[in-house]
């Protein structure tokens, strides 16, 4: 099949391009360099050169402190981007599959949330990404939309700069001996590479909607540092930090577990326990740096 990747350089794009190709799709890696997803006459022109069977758009305005200070940007890039992307691929008769997030939710629930419950954002993220769920529902037959949570991969997200979690934690670890973090926050902290795999699964079905696909169970930010710390053996003093030592600038949802009840319904959730998950990072971090003493 022929696959549009749009942010393809990005924390998911970077590893979906790797899954596609290796599953034997001709893939186009759209960066933004090559579309502009606010202009519907440049997402038309790429989109017509490719002719797509599926377009995955993972492109989108995800800092939380940039979307409370920019949101008109953050409603064209997460809303009406999306809409762009699900008309074009509508005219051309091609599958969008479109990523969203667990900020849809406000995290009060206190237990996950399926695709049934409903949406109450409580940011300018969290809004315009669901803008964007009822632009692409709205406009293409043929969707995927697919909230997940608590990305890593061994690209950096290109939208928050610098390292992810565990490189934090891990640099954190050396650097200071001592790392505190928050215990109020759920998450289920998920793979790129095992998430991308999923979407190239769920890309050869037809079974169309709204899908939550995040890695199984679920953790605190600091049982994510424990493991982190643990699997890898590093020696330092981790603390639970007080309440307030890191204000949040902008209101988040302190629980926004997702339980990819949609996948297993239709008997397809190939994505595994968030420790086993992040146990495969850690080797393949470990393999990609002694290859790097080799050379
Ligand atoms: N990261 C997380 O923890 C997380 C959690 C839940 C959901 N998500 C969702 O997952 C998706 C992927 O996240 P990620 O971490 O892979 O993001 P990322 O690393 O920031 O990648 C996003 C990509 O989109 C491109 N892009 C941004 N604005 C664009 C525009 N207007 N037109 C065309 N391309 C544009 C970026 O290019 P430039 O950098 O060159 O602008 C970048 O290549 C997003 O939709 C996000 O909302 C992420």
New binding site residues.
């Given amino acids: 099949m022929n696959i549009a990747v749009?942010?393809?350089?990005?924390?998911?794009?970077t590893d979906l391009v790797a899954a596609f190709t290796a599953h034997g799709d001709d893939v186009y890696a759209m960066?933004?360099s090559h579309?502009?997803?606010?202009d519907r006459d440049s997402v038309s022109r790429v989109l017509e050169e490719i002719q797509p069977h599926v377009v995955v758009n993972?492109?989108?305005?995800?800092h939380v402190e940039n979307c409370e200070k920019e949101p008109a940007k953050a409603f064209a890039?997460n809303g009406l981007?999306a809409k762009n992307l699900a008309v074009v691929a509508q005219s051309l008769g091609a599958v969008l599959m479109h990523?969203s997030?667990?900020y849809v939710f406000d995290g009060r629930k206190g237990s996950p949330y399926t695709e049934d419950d409903s949406p109450v954002p409580v940011n300018v993220y969290g809004i315009t990404?669901l803008a964007g769920e009822h632009f692409v529902r709205s406009n293409a037959e043929k969707h995927f939309v697919v909230r997940?949570?608590?990305?890593y991969g061994k690209s950096p997200?290109?939208?928050k700069g610098g390292l992810n979690f565990i490189e934090l934690m891990l640099k954190l670890a050396k650097e200071r001996g001592e790392v505190r973090v928050v215990d109020n926050e759920f998450v289920s902290p998920t793979s790129t590479a095992d998430l991308a795999e999923q979407l190239v699964q769920l890309s050869r079905l037809d079974c169309y909607g709204l899908y939550h696909a995040t890695a199984e169970g679920s953790c605190s930010w600091y049982e994510f540092a424990q493991e982190i710390f643990a699997l890898t053996n590093t020696p330092v003093r981790l603390k639970v930090a007080g309440r307030g030592e890191f204000p949040a600038k902008v209101r988040r949802p302190e629980y926004s577990v997702l339980e990819n009840q949609a996948l297993k319904v239709r008997g397809i959730n190939s994505l595994k326990l968030w420790q086993d998950e992040l146990r495969t990072y850690l080797t393949g971090r470990v393999k990609s740096e002694s290859l790097q003493v080799d050379n």
């Fill in positions: 749009i942010g393809a350089n990005g924390q998911l794009g960066t933004h579309i502009e997803i606010t993972t492109a989108a305005m995800h890039v981007g990523i997030t667990d990404k997940t949570s608590g990305l997200c290109r939208a």
